[in-house]
T-cell receptor, first 110, second 117 residues
C-alpha cells in the first residue's frame, strides 16, 4: 500500500495562476480531507468528503474547490492564486478514527 | 461552535521523565472524538491516540495516554519515559458528529516539545 500520496511536493505559483493539487489513497477509505498549515500554526480544514460525489466545506474553503469522482482521488483546485494561499497543504483519508496523512505539498504564491 | 485550545506553545522535559501536554475543547455535540498527532521536524503527521466522548476509560497507546476529563472538557496527552525522538510538535484535534471516521476535524495551534538529554 502506498497510503496517501500527494503531488507535487513543491510548487511556486504567480499571483492569479491556477493549479490542482493531487491526492490519492489506495486504502479504500470513504473519508478524505484537505488541510492547510500556515507556518507555526495548526491545521485548518479546507474541504472534506464522506464518499464519492459528496463534498463539504471546512473552516477555510474560500479560494478553493474540490471534486470527488472516485473513492481514490480527491483533487484540490486553486483558481486564482493569492499570496495568502502560501502554505503547506495536507491531504488525509480515514476509515475509522485515525486519519492517514499524505506527505504534504509546499505551495508558495509570489 | 467547536474550539480546541493548547495553551503551551513550548515545553521542555528531561529525557526519561514524563510530560503532560494540555488540551481543552469546547463543543455542544454530545458525540465527539479527540485525537493527538505528532509532527516531527520532517513535517509528516503521525497519529498517536484517540478518545471517544462515550469511552469510559482513558485511552492508552504504549507510552502515550490521554487524560480525559469530560466535565472539565480537557484531553491532556501524557508521554511517559520521554525519549529524544519525542521532540516534535504535538497537535490536539477534535471531531464532532459521532465515531464514524468522517466529519469535520479541527486542530489546536500545537505545543512544541523539546526533550533534553
Amino acid at each position: 500500500n502506498a497510503g496517501v500520496t500527494q503531488t507535487p511536493k513543491f510548487r511556486i505559483l504567480k499571483i492569479g495562476q491556477s493549479m490542482t493539487l493531487q491526492c490519492a489513497q489506495d486504502m479504500n477509505h470513504n473519508y478524505m480531507y484537505w488541510y492547510r498549515q500556515d507556518p507555526g500554526m495548526g491545521l485548518k480544514l479546507i474541504y472534506y468528503s464522506v464518499g464519492a460525489g459528496i463534498t463539504d466545506k471546512g473552516e477555510v474553503p474560500n479560494g478553493y474547490n474540490v471534486s470527488r469522482s472516485t473513492t481514490e482521488d480527491f483533487p484540490l483546485r486553486l483558481e486564482l492564486a493569492a499570496p495568502s494561499q502560501t502554505s503547506v497543504y495536507f491531504c488525509a483519508s480515514s476509515y475509522d478514527n485515525e486519519q492517514f496523512f499524505g506527505p504534504g505539498t509546499r505551495l508558495t504564491v509570489l | 461552535a467547536q474550539k480546541i485550545t493548547q495553551t503551551q506553545p513550548g515545553m521542555f522535559v528531561q529525557e526519561k521523565e514524563a510530560v503532560t501536554l494540555d488540551c481543552t475543547y469546547d463543543t455542544s455535540d454530545p458525540s465527539y472524538g479527540l485525537f493527538w498527532y505528532k509532527q516531527p521536524s520532517s513535517g509528516e503527521m503521525i497519529f498517536l491516540i484517540y478518545q471517544g466522548s462515550y469511552d469510559q476509560q482513558n485511552a492508552t497507546e504504549g507510552r502515550y495516554s490521554l487524560n480525559f476529563q469530560k466535565a472539565r472538557k480537557s484531553a491532556n496527552l501524557v508521554i511517559s519515559a520521554s525519549q529524544l525522538g519525542d521532540s516534535a510538535m504535538y497537535f490536539c484535534a477534535m471531531r464532532e458528529g459521532g465515531n464514524t471516521g468522517g466529519f469535520k476535524t479541527i486542530f489546536g495551534a500545537g505545543t512544541r516539545l523539546f526533550v533534553k538529554a
